[in-house]
């Protein structure tokens, strides 16, 4: 069973358009989050979420919203998209904040507006 | 601000050759530091660091931190074309589990 599952895996869309990529963890983990991994590989933090705290990297745009319907789920919203959001986006989960724990990735979601 | 610097960038090596990958590192709260090896897709785990000066190895790999001069070495014995891949260092800092990664290396192996 895949551990953390994200989808779409690909998705190309036009600029201006407002999409969603989804991502499930069935760990049991508290805490998740969002990368971004441009084009040249620099794979940098844009959200971590539990159920008490939403921590955002303040350097992500405020079209980013990350939505949490339950602990098992953490969607990435991107409204009006820009040629610059084209990337790989991972969801990755641990067991908890202040636990020195691995991190699981999902496989990447590649983003491609044009 | 946080900030992982590796080096060198890339690498092209032979078949048996050994190489050594560098991470430097200044982050806030600093908790461990983690490397990852990305092929295709999402990276994967390799070694978790909390302690300086102790090694830890998996086969022919191998790393140690050095918590005073803050860096961390990756290193890969008898290498092969398997090993070619992206090597990404995150230290974890500030709140909760953040990880801050570094650029990467690029290794390639060369038959």
């Known amino acids: 069973d895949t551990a953390v599952s994200q989808t779409p895996k690909y998705l190309v869309t036009q600029m201006g358009n407002d999409k969603s990529i989804k991502c499930e963890q069935n760990?049991?983990?508290?805490?998740m989050y969002w990368y971004k991994q441009d084009s040249k590989k620099f794979l940098k933090i844009m959200f971590s979420y539990n159920n008490k705290e939403l921590i955002i990297n303040e350097t992500v745009p405020n079209r980013f919203s990350p939505k949490s319907p339950d602990k098992a789920h953490l969607n990435l919203h991107i409204n009006s998209l820009e040629l610059g959001d084209s990337a790989v986006y991972f969801c990755?989960?641990?067991?908890?904040?202040?636990?020195?724990?691995?991190?699981?990735f999902g496989e990447g979601s590649w983003l491609t507006v044009v | 601000e946080d900030k992982v610097v590796q080096s060198p960038l890339s690498l092209v090596v032979h078949e048996g050759d050994t190489v050594t990958l560098n991470c430097s590192y200044e982050v806030t709260n600093f908790r461990s530091l983690l490397w990852y090896k990305q092929e295709k897709k999402a990276p994967t785990f390799l070694f978790m660091l909390?302690?300086?000066?102790i090694e830890k190895k998996s086969g022919r790999l191998s790393s140690i931190l050095d918590k005073k001069e803050l860096f961390s070495i990756l290193n890969i014995t008898a290498t092969q074309t398997g090993d070619s891949a992206i090597y990404l260092c995150a230290p974890e800092g500030n709140a909760g589990n953040m990880l801050t990664f570094g650029g990467g290396t690029r290794l390639m192996v060369k038959p």
């Open positions: 760990l049991g983990h508290d805490t």
């Open positions: 909390t302690s300086s000066g």
């Open positions: 990755a989960s641990t067991p908890g904040s202040g636990q020195k724990n691995t991190i699981y």
